[in-house]
C-alpha cells in the first residue's frame, strides 16, 4: 500500500480565499504529480516535479501554483478561490527505476474542494 | 483527437461473464502502458501494468497491440465487486519526462 497522504480530505470554502492542499508521501519517491478531476471525468495533470526544486505545469491550465523544497512534500495552492476551482483534486507519486521515469503512479486519497 | 481514447460505456454484464476493454493511444512512441481501477468517488489504484508480450494477473489479462496503437483489458468470471471504473494510462513521450496521460474510463456494471 502506498504511503502518500493528502489533508485536508474535504474542504468547503468561500470565494477570494487562499487555500493550500498539502501532500506528501513517505517513499522518497522523486516524481510528484497533481491532477484534478471533475465527477464522471478524465483526470487532467495540472503539475508535476521531476525532485526538490523542480516543477512543471502539466497539460490541463490551472490557476494553482506548487511548490517542491523538500522530496516528500508537494503542497499546492490557490491564491483566491473561486467556484470554477470545486473539483477533486489527486496528488501522486512514483519512482524512478532503473533510469525510467514512466512507473505506475501511487495516489493518495484526495482533497475534494468546494468554493462558494 | 484525445491523445487516449476509451469507449466510456457503460458495460453492464452478468457474474461470470467475460468482458474486454479497449483504448487507443495516438503517441506511437509510447513505451509505458498501465491499467488503473477506480471506484466511484475514490482514487485509481494501479491494477496492473501492461507488457509488450501481454501480461496475466488472476483473472485479468492485458495485451498491447502496437502496429494498431491499442492496449487491451480482459476480465474472465467477472465478479460484483469488478465493478468500477477502468482507466487507461499511457506515457506520451518515449524519453524520460514521466507524464503519464489517463482516459476518461471505461465504467464496468457487473449484474448479479
Known amino acids: 500500500e502506498a504511503d502518500i497522504y493528502q489533508t485536508p480530505r474535504y474542504l468547503v470554502i468561500g470565494t477570494g480565499k487562499k487555500i493550500t492542499l498539502e501532500c506528501s508521501q513517505t517513499?522518497?519517491?522523486?516524481?510528484m504529480y497533481w491532477y484534478q478531476q471533475d465527477p464522471g471525468m478524465e483526470l487532467h495533470l495540472i503539475h508535476y516535479?521531476?525532485?526538490?526544486?523542480?516543477?512543471e505545469k502539466g497539460d490541463l491550465s490551472s490557476e494553482s501554483t506548487v511548490s517542491r523544497i523538500r522530496t516528500e512534500h508537494f503542497p499546492l495552492t490557490l491564491e483566491s478561490a473561486r467556484p470554477s476551482h470545486t473539483s477533486q483534486y489527486l496528488c501522486?507519486?512514483?519512482?524512478?527505476?532503473?533510469?525510467?521515469?514512466?512507473?505506475?503512479?501511487?495516489f493518495g486519497n484526495g482533497t475534494r474542494l468546494t468554493v462558494t | 483527437r484525445k491523445e487516449v481514447e476509451q469507449d466510456p460505456g457503460p458495460f453492464n454484464v452478468p457474474e461470470g461473464a467475460t468482458v474486454a476493454f479497449n483504448c487507443t493511444y495516438s503517441?506511437?512512441?509510447?513505451?509505458?502502458f498501465f491499467w488503473y481501477r477506480q471506484d466511484c468517488r475514490k482514487e485509481p489504484k494501479l491494477l496492473m501494468s501492461?507488457?509488450?508480450s501481454g501480461n496475466e494477473d488472476g483473472r485479468f489479462t492485458a495485451q498491447l497491440n502496437r502496429a494498431s496503437q491499442y492496449i487491451s483489458l480482459l476480465i474472465r468470471d467477472s465478479k460484483l465487486s469488478d465493478s468500477a471504473t477502468y482507466l487507461c494510462?499511457?506515457?506520451?513521450?518515449?524519453?524520460?519526462?514521466?507524464?503519464?496521460?489517463f482516459g476518461q474510463g471505461t465504467t464496468l456494471q457487473v449484474k448479479p
Open positions: 501492461v507488457y509488450s
Open positions: 516535479s521531476y525532485g526538490v526544486n523542480s516543477t
Open positions: 517513499m522518497g519517491h522523486d516524481k
Open positions: 501522486a507519486s512514483s519512482e524512478v527505476v532503473g533510469g525510467s521515469y514512466n512507473s505506475p503512479l501511487h
Open positions: 503517441n506511437s512512441a509510447s513505451q509505458s
Open positions: 494510462v499511457v506515457n506520451m513521450r518515449p524519453s524520460n519526462t514521466g507524464k503519464l496521460i
